[in-house]
């Protein structure tokens, strides 16, 4: 039979080996086998797609680049994952032994009237080291959290530069949207001006009334009044994308005057199917990490109310010296230290408690995290799925108005109709176009979110660069 003192190791590394609190298992739901109108075959990884590319304008890659790159919330992302990589390191060396050194020499003496003491000298030295035995798992509990917690801040980052590119996309959208109507509204000035022109000979003629003219005078008007509203727009959407890369606002300015089309995409989206979120989303990998950062906690919590034990000693010499005789003396200590805990009115199993009820919290947000991702995509699909057609409907509809205003216009002139006819063509060619440079805008803008609620294009940079 063995003895106690031989069974004493041995029961130490039984219980070294004892990790309390629950294990993290990636959570489950049930998903739908597809989108409401999305196929049945996945998308596989679509974080390094650089589905902007599908828009053909290299002055938007170019942003795009440049602004996973520079943007400072991207950076600021960035910096808290270097935080949690140094935490794993301070939650780790718990577990590791505790070596300290310190020495301090004391010089004494004393001086006054007929007396004279001698000076003496101390010199003294420590070394120390404690240990404290992971007998339940707190130090591998905690260090699990903290790389639960690294995991969160990747996934941050990468939701950083999700965002970063709806905003900087949308944005570009809807600075050449601005200029669109812009185009569209100089050109309906243009066309007011001439049939003012017009109305002004004919009443000189005898053909019209003053009242014609004042009509034509006040549409010219309206349409210069709406033309600083419309820069205004143009100028804020290029402020916020210089922001974005992290340059002063005004910096792209005379870049994007120098125009362009509105970005249309000639890409079709293959959206995958909802399992495909859980591995693209990073939102989705953050609420997981979370999660599973909650979950060890609850062994950390745990591991609270079982004893605990250290090893500690010292070795302490020191060295004195006086009128000429020194003495020299080591003194040296070592032992375990237990602690207890017997008596603390329900706290531990409080903290226990609430560690558990954090771990279904983050359980109850992953889940509502997905479902909110598989809204987002069925409804940016819904869109996507329909926007051309109201973008060939108006197209149809401008080429209508326009042959109406050129008839009403040719009718006008040879006096078969009123002015009156004239300003209403008038008014639907310029309410249409304006119509049409919208659906075209909100044809990209959802482009764009679906793209993005589908995790794509987050790790670009990074992967092409392999």
Same mark, same amino acid.
């Given at each position: 039979?063995?003895?106690?003192?031989?069974? @004493?190791?041995?029961?130490?590394?039984?219980?070294?080996?004892?990790?309390?609190?629950?294990?993290? !298992?990636?959570?489950?739901?049930?998903?739908?086998?597809?989108?409401?109108?999305?196929?049945?075959? /996945?998308?596989?990884? &679509?974080?390094?797609?650089?589905?902007?590319?599908?828009?053909?304008?290299?002055?938007?890659?170019?942003?795009?680049? %440049?602004?996973?790159?520079?943007?400072? !919330?991207?950076?600021? @992302?960035? +910096?808290?994952?270097? *935080?949690?990589?140094? %935490?794993?390191?301070?939650?780790?060396?718990?577990?590791?032994? %505790?070596?300290? @050194?310190?020495?301090?020499?004391?010089?004494?003496?004393? +001086?006054?009237?007929?007396?004279?003491?001698? !000076?003496?000298?101390?010199?003294?030295?420590?070394?120390?080291?404690?240990?404290?035995?992971?007998?339940?798992?707190?130090?591998?509990?905690?260090?699990?959290?903290?790389?639960?917690?690294?995991?969160?801040?990747?996934?941050?980052?990468?939701?950083?530069?999700?965002?970063?590119?709806?905003?900087?996309?949308?944005?570009?959208?809807?600075?050449?949207?601005?200029?669109?109507?812009?185009?569209?509204?100089k050109e309906s000035l243009a066309s007011r001006r001439e049939t003012l022109e017009l109305t002004k000979l004919q009443l000189e003629a005898g053909a019209? /009334?003053?009242?014609?003219?004042?009509?034509?005078? #006040?549409?010219?008007?309206?349409?210069?009044?709406?033309?600083?509203?419309?820069?205004?727009?143009?100028? =804020?959407?290029?402020?916020?994308?210089?922001?974005?890369? #992290?340059?002063?606002? /005004?910096?792209?300015?005379?870049?994007? $005057?120098?125009?362009?089309?509105?970005?249309?995409?000639?890409?079709?989206?293959?959206?995958?199917?909802?399992?495909?979120?859980?591995?693209?989303?990073?939102?989705?990998? =953050?609420?997981?990490?979370?999660?599973?950062?909650?979950?060890?906690?609850?062994?950390?919590?745990?591991? =609270?109310?079982?004893?605990?034990?250290?090893?500690?000693?010292?070795?302490?010499?020191?060295?004195?010296?006086?009128?000429?005789?020194?003495?020299?003396?080591?003194?040296?200590?070592?032992?375990?230290?237990? !602690?207890?805990?017997?008596?603390?009115?329900?706290?531990?199993?409080?903290?226990?408690?609430?560690?558990?009820?954090?771990?279904?919290?983050?359980?109850?947000?992953?889940?509502?995290?997905?479902?909110? *991702?598989?809204?987002?995509?069925?409804?940016?699909?819904?869109?996507?799925?329909?926007?051309? $057609?109201?973008? %060939?409907?108006?197209?149809?509809?401008?080429?209508?108005?326009?042959?109406?205003?050129?008839?009403?216009?040719?009718?006008?002139?040879?006096?078969?109709?009123?002015?009156?006819?004239?300003?209403?063509?008038?008014?639907? &060619?310029?309410?249409?176009?304006?119509?049409?440079?919208? @659906? &075209? =805008?909100?044809?990209?803008?959802?482009?764009?979110?679906?793209?993005?609620?589908?995790?794509?294009?987050?790790?670009?940079?990074?992967?092409?660069?392999?």
């Open positions: 039979m063995l003895s106690i003192r031989a069974m @004493a190791p041995l029961a130490m590394l039984l219980l070294a080996g004892c990790v309390v609190g629950p294990n993290h !298992t990636a959570p489950e739901m049930a998903l739908p086998q597809k989108f409401g109108e999305g196929g049945n075959k /996945s998308a596989g990884d &679509v974080s390094a797609a650089a589905w902007w590319e599908g828009f053909n304008d290299k002055r938007l890659n170019g942003l795009v680049e %440049n602004g996973l790159s520079q943007n400072l !919330t991207v950076l600021q @992302a960035v +910096e808290r994952i270097n *935080a949690a990589r140094a %935490n794993v390191v301070v939650s780790a060396a718990n577990g590791f032994p %505790n070596l300290t @050194a310190s020495a301090d020499e004391t010089v004494s003496g004393a +001086e006054g009237t007929g007396t004279t003491r001698p !000076t003496s000298s101390t010199v003294q030295g420590g070394l120390s080291v404690s240990w404290l035995l992971d007998l339940f798992g707190q130090v591998r509990r905690n260090k699990e959290s903290a790389e639960a917690s690294l995991g969160a801040a990747y996934a941050s980052a990468d939701v950083a530069r999700l965002s970063l590119l709806s905003d900087l996309a949308t944005s570009y959208i809807d600075a050449r949207y601005y200029q669109a109507r812009l185009a569209v509204a019209a /009334s003053r009242l014609d003219v004042v009509q034509s005078e #006040g549409l010219v008007n309206s349409t210069l009044a709406d033309l600083p509203g419309l820069e205004t727009n143009f100028r =804020q959407a290029a402020h916020h994308i210089a922001t974005l890369l #992290g340059l002063p606002a /005004s910096t792209l300015i005379a870049d994007l $005057q120098k125009g362009g089309g509105q970005p249309i995409s000639r890409r079709s989206v293959n959206t995958g199917v909802p399992a495909d979120l859980i591995r693209n989303r990073p939102d989705i990998r =953050q609420a997981e990490r979370t999660l599973a950062a909650a979950v060890a906690d609850i062994g950390v919590a745990e591991a =609270q109310l079982y004893p605990s034990i250290s090893l500690g000693g010292s070795i302490s010499p020191s060295l004195t010296s006086s009128h000429g005789n020194s003495t020299h003396l080591t003194s040296w200590s070592f032992g375990p230290s237990l !602690t207890l805990p017997i008596l603390d009115g329900g706290r531990l199993r409080g903290n226990v408690d609430i560690a558990n009820s954090s771990a279904r919290e983050q359980y109850l947000a992953w889940k509502a995290t997905v479902l909110v *991702a598989i809204e987002e995509v069925s409804n940016s699909l819904a869109a996507v799925n329909r926007d051309s $057609q109201t973008v %060939n409907a108006l197209r149809a509809t401008v080429r209508s108005y326009q042959e109406a205003l050129e008839l009403s216009t040719a009718s006008y002139k040879d006096g078969a109709t009123s002015l009156l006819d004239v300003l209403d063509a008038q008014r639907s &060619v310029s309410t249409a176009k304006a119509s049409l440079t919208q @659906a &075209v =805008q909100q044809m990209a803008t959802d482009y764009v979110t679906l793209n993005v609620a589908i995790g794509g294009g987050y790790a670009f940079p990074a992967k092409r660069g392999k």
